[in-house]
């Protein structure tokens, strides 16, 4: 699992983003782990003039430093530039999937009415998938002490415990769904990928 201060979740993506007008390699995670010591009660942009930490690590080392995050209705996200060369590789570790092969999975009804699985790689759960049980689903989700509202979810059945937020989620074809936001009980909770490219103006590293 990765950590910045006391948050604590799963590197999603690795991802490429234009900063000071050179493309920079990026990972891509939920807001409320990358920058979660800077939460409160009201939707928050990162500022890193005041972020309480900004370095993302992994064991005893750094590996990226933040540099963007949104926590709005739409998305949770935030995206840390990377200072270890080795992190270069975008490959998902998944045993049943290759992952991120080209293209994004826009969830609808026809996976309702054809039950279809989705898969992740959580930091804390590691290999799991789950079926889709609803889509465009707002729900109220508990970070910490805060709670927010977020729009338009994916819903599976629970494959996910703390510390898998920030994972990337992969139809069977290996394309993106999203990144996992939050689980309770019984349903684990994505984000679709597509308002997190829109809002933070990235591109996804796909497998040649």
Do not use: W
């Given at each position: 699992?990765?950590?910045v201060?006391?948050?604590?979740?799963t590197f999603?993506?690795?991802?490429?983003?234009?900063?000071?007008?050179?493309a920079?390699?990026?990972?891509?995670?939920?807001?409320?782990?990358l920058?979660?010591?800077?939460?409160?009660?009201q939707?928050?942009d990162?500022?890193?003039?005041?972020?309480?930490?900004?370095?993302?690590t992994?064991?005893?080392?750094?590996?990226a430093?933040?540099?963007?995050?949104?926590?709005?209705?739409?998305?949770?996200g935030?995206l840390?530039?990377i200072?270890l060369?080795?992190?270069?590789?975008p490959?998902i570790?998944?045993?049943?999937?290759?992952?991120?092969?080209?293209?994004?999975?826009?969830i609808?009804?026809?996976h309702i009415?054809?039950?279809?699985?989705l898969?992740?790689?959580?930091?804390?759960?590691?290999?799991?998938r789950?079926?889709?049980?609803?889509y465009?689903?707002d729900?109220?989700?508990k970070?910490?002490?805060?709670?927010?509202?977020?729009?338009?979810?994916?819903?599976?059945?629970?494959?996910?415990?703390k510390?898998?937020?920030?994972?990337a989620v992969?139809g069977?074809d290996?394309k993106i769904?999203?990144?996992?936001v939050?689980?309770?009980?019984?349903?684990?909770?994505?984000?679709?990928i597509?308002?997190?490219?829109?809002q933070?103006?990235?591109e996804?590293?796909?497998?040649?």
């Amino acid at each position: 699992m990765i950590k910045v201060g006391n948050s604590e979740g799963t590197f999603g993506l690795l991802v490429t983003k234009k900063i000071a007008g050179k493309a920079e390699p990026c990972l891509l995670s939920c807001f409320h782990v990358l920058c979660g010591d800077d939460l409160n009660d009201q939707y928050v942009d990162f500022n890193a003039s005041t972020a309480s930490e900004t370095k993302v690590t992994l064991g005893h080392s750094k590996i990226a430093e933040v540099v963007e995050g949104k926590l709005n209705g739409k998305i949770d996200g935030a995206l840390a530039k990377i200072t270890l060369p080795t992190l270069a590789d975008p490959t998902i570790d998944h045993p049943y999937i290759s992952a991120p092969k080209g293209g994004i999975m826009p969830i609808g009804q026809i996976h309702i009415d054809r039950p279809t699985t989705l898969y992740l790689c959580g930091g804390k759960t590691q290999h799991r998938r789950g079926v889709v049980r609803a889509y465009d689903t707002d729900a109220s989700i508990k970070f910490g002490l805060h709670v927010f509202k977020l729009e338009k979810l994916i819903v599976t059945e629970r494959m996910s415990d703390k510390g898998d937020s920030g994972a990337a989620v992969f139809g069977e074809d290996g394309k993106i769904v999203g990144l996992l936001v939050a689980d309770s009980k019984h349903k684990s909770y994505i984000q679709p990928i597509v308002p997190l490219i829109s809002q933070l103006k990235f591109e996804i590293n796909y497998l040649p």
